[in-house]
């Protein structure tokens, strides 16, 4: 059999996809997030409803959206809704299965910062800020982050949360009474990290084909736990492939064209 | 309708965004402007870059799906060309803002921002449930001078119809005490369905039709988000001088939105 080639960020985009469950209403983040739980909608789980900040709820898009609110959201949608009730009445409401989030920066804990870098009143990077992922972070009931590993997005101590994971770890979440459990896994175009049972610390269970335990320590900021039994994660099928270069390949073309 | 040191919502969640009045904005030269929105975007770094804004109260600032907003960032970082105040919240904590307002309530009340940094940076306090002793987020009631929207249809009464991404428009509208509407286009009739957004015209002081007045963004059922002038909107602002350049020729140099769309048609680029 011959081998399939692929890049890191195919892996990560198609382990991210097949995190989503068939059936669940997914409230999804721009850039990866939107990439893989779409791909997960044309391949295994083509009943998951996307739903979209710009208040687009189980949308079908052809093409991936540049935006939080493109038009192709909207039209094929089944139901377009106001900002405050996209928040209000179906995030707070307590209808979301699966938060899913990209991010700048993450700790051991998965708490995420998406606001600044350095001093908050004179940062050295001035980030987009929190949109919805505080929120989607606190109430959706299990969140999934995805985002590229190396020492600038792994980092020992954030400057700023923007959304929390488990905080200081342990039961400091469940002390807080957020609506959600929080992150469950963060994948990466190395492998997958899922939070210690009882210490919530992010521990790395899965790496990707021809990555190397080194390779994943080496790119993250803290001493990285690995877990005894450190599992490969299924490479690509060829399905997955050719439905997800289908999908950039339409997407690009969209994007492109005349000013 | 908009002054010196006003408190200005441009409104628009991606779709409907008032590009065309932003640019009047600046060709007036305004100044000292807090300036309002969930999502500032390409005509919010234009405005700030201009040095129209000393503050911006925002959830959200990036140019989506590309990068960031360079303008809002010099701004912030080296304070270029005016220091820009920031008032920083949360996309539930904005909308619930701007429903107080619209509601004539002193607060926005929501299950949020517990556990994140961002209320040591602005005026969220929390609060205890009177019922259940749950603690709850408030934040205070988005009242802006002036709230600008683009539209899809208005009729010759001055009611106003819009569809698809609605945003918070209807909110930021019935929360402000001065209210500009820009539309495509000015019918006799507006034959919508019963519950499309109709903005009646008793709660907007002023019609305006501009074709294409939301470009780049979109105006579902006239034309499509023009995402390669989003991408291109990078490298323009990226520089100060170049920025300055795009600004002048396009902007200030010309008098209104249609002769800013065709002076960029003579610089036609592909991407």
Known sequence: MSEIKYTADEMMTIAAARMIRNGASCFVGIGLPSAAANLARLTHAPDTVLIYESGCIGTKPT????????????????????????????????????????????????????????????????????????????????????????????????????????????????????????????????????????????????????????????????????????????????????????????????????? | MVRDGDVVALEGFTHLIPFAAGHEIIRQGRRDLTLIRMTPDLIYDQLIGSGCASKLIFSWGGNPGVGSLHRLRDAVEQRWPAPLALEENAHAGMAAAYAAGASHLPFGLLRGYLGTDLPKYNRVKFIECPFTGEKLAAIPAIRPDVTVIHAQQADRKGNVLMWGVIGVQKEAVLAAQRVIVTVEEIVDQLNSPPNAVVLPSWVVGAVCQVRGGAFPSYAQGYYPRNNAFYKQWDSIARERATFQAWMQQHVLSTSDFDEFKRSLEQVVTHV
């Not at chain 1, 350095?118 to 972070?137: F, M």
Request: negative net charge.
């Open chain 1, 63 to 259: 093409v991936l959206p540049l935006s939080i609110g493109d038009g192709e959201l909207s039209e094929t949608a089944d139901a377009v809704v106001s900002i405050p009730e996209i928040f209000a009445y179906w995030l707070q409401g307590g209808r979301i299965d699966l938060g899913f989030l990209g991010a700048a920066q993450i700790d051991r804990f998965a708490n995420i910062n998406t606001t600044v870098i350095g001093d908050y009143y004179h940062p050295s990077v001035r980030l987009p800020g929190a949109g919805g992922a505080p929120e989607i972070a606190a109430s959706s009931k299990e969140v999934l982050i995805t985002l590229r590993q190396n020492k600038r997005a792994f980092i020992e101590k954030l400057d700023f949360v923007t959304s929390g994971g488990h905080f200081s770890g342990g039961d400091s979440r469940a002390k807080m009474n957020l609506p959600g459990k929080g992150p469950t896994a963060v994948i990466t175009d190395l492998g997958i990290m899922t939070p210690d049972e009882t210490t919530k610390e992010l521990t790395l269970t899965s790496l990707h084909p021809g990555v190397t335990v080194e390779k994943a320590i080496e790119s993250t900021g803290w001493a990285l736990k690995v877990a005894p039994q450190l599992a490969t994660t299924e490479a690509p099928t060829e399905t997955e492939l050719r439905v997800l270069r289908d999908l950039n390949e339409r997407t690009a073309r969209a994007h492109a064209g005349q000013v």
